[in-house]
């Protein structure tokens, strides 16, 4: 018979098991060296080992030694670049687990359906534990030139559990893409991009980064001096067990982070950078220790590696719902999407659900018909902050779905223009409640809220 499916939101961390192994790297051994990693067991718990930076002081002598540990892998130890192994331009993504299978059926869908756009895409994941080979085996009989990729499966990473934050980069590294465009498994496209890699910033610099909102920031003050950089006046260092800040004005001296829901690579003109941000992404020090997330290391990897990256010039709009708050008064605005542009044009490209990542379809639908995700859009200038507006502190209408999990947080703007969204994006949002309705209906998916024979994996694997 069928029960009701468990709506706890458990979170995936990593404990270090062993000292550390030389594993090799690339796509079968003929790429040479390893690089030095830490075997990492994936846990499901309380978060007493989770993956996100821990404590507030950081010995000085553990900063050292992990300095020369990287000063040495990047002079001694990157492997040769692997010719003959790497080919064509193409979208590279991570699904896993019902929450991020769902993520990325839907922004494939927009991908291909509404975008038109014809990449090649990959998709890894992580090994049976993540997805079952009746999804797998759907989305290769039901979406063109998409290929689903078992990253557990790859001869070098045979003795490593790389899951989280790791899985971006070691997709973008043994993606069969020699330049990639890295899409976050909650990103989609306004309209297609065949030619993004003929963009001028991209040619030129063969790697393309975007900003994130200014207040935003992921780093410490003992990363900056880690990596050899002046700490400005204006930054504001984390509190104990605060993983991210978000102080209420942005500092002028305080440059903008990057925001990776989006990047572009080359990989041959960028091997050394490539290898430097894998390297800190596998060892749990520079994760639990510098960064919150990926996004920031790539940014260091570039300067680890004395590379450049072109960034894109145009700061990210966000895309959400206005509507009255709590005392029925004042019309505000909370965003759960940041837009970005293209690389070379002041045209929107590119939609990361950042609050709204639809990661469960059933919490959608639970009352009906699914309440509007954009009916408005933001935009401030590059030193104009955002504020983390909780569920509960604005009315339901603000948050997409129907539970905390789905989305329990939105991006209210200090200062911002904000306009009704146009008919393009009102068509984008009605495709996107038809994909939902798609997955929602499929035999593998719970979509009703309900387990049974058919769907017990993603009931089991939220």
Known sequence: GDVDVQQQQQQL????????????????SSLGMGIPIHNFVAKLDDGSSAIYRQDNSINPKLLKEWRGKMDTFIANKVPPYPENTYNGRGIVMTAGRRSYFTAAFVSLSEIRKFAKCTLPIEVFYGGEEEMPQVAVDYMHENFENIRFVDITKIPALKNVDMKGYQMKIAAIYYSSFEEVLWLDSDNMLLESVDTIFESKLYQKFGAVLWPDVCNMISIRRETMEFFGETVPKGFTQPRQGKRTIWPYHCSKDVKNEIETGQVMIHKERHWLAMNAIYFMNVNEFFLQTLFHGDKMTFHY??????EKYGLVPYHPGMLGVQGKD?????EVFCGNTLVHRHPDK?????????????????SY???????????HAARQGLKDSWNLVFRGELGS???????????GECLRPVNAKVVPVGKRIHEMEIA???????????????????????????CKHP
């Open 365 to 375: 639908f639970k009352n009906g018909p699914p309440k509007a995700v954009w009916t």
């Open 346 to 362: 002041n045209v929107v490209t590119f939609f990361h659900r950042n609050s709204a990542k639809i990661k469960d379809i059933g």
């Open 432 to 458: 996107l409640f038809s994909y939902m309705q798609t997955l929602r209906d499929l035999p593998f998916y719970p979509g009703y809220m309900k387990c049974n024979a058919q769907n017990m994996f993603f």
């Open 13 to 28: 961390h990593f404990e270090s098991e062993d000292e550390g192994v030389d594993v090799g790297v690339g796509l079968s």
């Open 301 to 306: 990897g570039f300067v680890v590696a004395g």
């Open 397 to 407: 209408e603000f948050f997409a779905g129907d539970d905390i999990p789905t989305q």
């Open 326 to 330: 709590l005392n029925g008064k004042e």
